[in-house]
C-alpha cells in the first residue's frame, strides 16, 4: 500500500535561512507528489505538483525516484511561510491523495 | 467567496445520533472529495464523485456513512449512530484537474 512519511512534526528555523521539508514515500509504481499547506486559520491549499516542474511562493521541490523522496525546499525562509505542510502521493488510476501527517514550520524572526 | 462551501462549520451531537454535512463544490468543478481528519494526522480520503456518480470509496467509509451528490453539484456525507471514534474533521474538496485540490474549510464533528 502507499505510504507518505514527513519524518519532522515540527520544524523551526530563523528568518533567511534556508528550509527543507522532508517527504518519503513507498509506492511501487510511479506517483504524482504533492505538497499542500495550511496557513492558520485559513483552508489547505496545493502549493506545488511534481509535474509542474515550478517554483511557488520560492519553494521546490524534486521527485528522487531513487531516493523515493518529495523534499520541498526554500533558500530564504520568511515568517509568512509559518504553516504547517502535508507532502501527499496520487496512484495512477485513482483520484485518492494519500497524505503524510504533517510537517509545522515556524520561521522566527 | 467563491470557494469549496461546507456546513455546518461545527456539529456536537449526542452518540447514536445521526448527522448530515453539506459540501457546496466550486461551481464548474466536475470532481468531488471528502476526507476526514483527526488530531495530529493528515487527511485520509473517503471518497469520490464524478459528477454524480460515485466512483471510489476508501475501506473507512464504513456502512454507517453514506455519501451523495445527487445533481453533481453539491454533496452530503451522513454519518448514521455516530461513534465517540467518529469525532473528527470533515473535509471536501473539488477539482477539474487530478490531484489538485480545492478544499473547504471542513466541519468539526464532536461526539459526545
Known amino acids: 500500500a502507499q505510504r507518505v512519511t514527513q519524518p519532522e512534526k515540527l520544524l523551526s528555523v530563523f528568518k533567511g535561512a534556508p528550509v527543507e521539508l522532508k517527504c518519503n514515500y513507498s509506492?511501487?509504481?510511479?506517483?504524482?507528489l504533492f505538497w499542500y499547506v495550511q496557513y492558520s486559520r485559513q483552508r489547505l491549499q496545493l502549493l506545488l505538483r511534481?509535474?509542474s516542474r515550478e517554483s511557488i511562493k520560492g519553494f521546490t521541490a524534486d521527485l528522487n525516484k531513487g531516493e523515493t523522496s518529495f523534499h520541498l525546499k526554500k533558500p530564504f525562509a520568511q515568517e509568512e511561510d509559518s504553516a504547517m505542510y502535508y507532502c501527499?502521493?496520487?496512484?495512477?488510476?485513482?483520484?485518492?491523495?494519500?497524505f503524510g501527517k504533517g510537517t509545522k514550520l515556524t520561521v522566527n524572526p | 467567496d467563491t470557494g469549496v462551501s461546507q456546513n455546518p462549520r461545527h456539529k456536537i451531537t449526542k452518540r447514536g445520533q445521526n448527522v448530515t454535512f453539506r459540501c457546496d463544490p466550486i461551481?464548474?468543478?466536475?470532481?468531488l472529495y471528502w476526507y476526514r481528519q483527526t488530531l495530529g494526522q493528515g487527511p485520509e480520503f473517503l471518497t469520490y464523485?464524478?459528477?454524480?456518480?460515485?466512483?471510489?470509496k476508501s475501506r473507512l467509509l464504513s456502512d454507517r456513512f453514506s455519501a451523495e451528490r445527487p445533481k453533481g453539484s453539491f454533496s452530503t456525507l451522513e454519518i448514521q449512530r455516530t461513534e465517540q471514534g467518529d469525532s473528527a474533521m470533515y473535509l471536501c474538496?473539488?477539482?477539474?484537474?487530478?490531484?489538485?485540490?480545492?478544499f473547504g474549510q471542513g466541519t468539526r464533528l464532536t461526539v459526545v
Open positions: 461551481s464548474e468543478h466536475n470532481r
Open positions: 474538496a473539488s477539482s477539474l484537474v487530478q490531484g489538485w485540490a480545492f
Open positions: 511534481h509535474i
Open positions: 509506492y511501487s509504481g510511479s506517483p504524482e
Open positions: 501527499a502521493l496520487r496512484q495512477g488510476g485513482s483520484e485518492k491523495l494519500v
Open positions: 464523485f464524478q459528477n454524480e456518480a460515485q466512483l471510489e
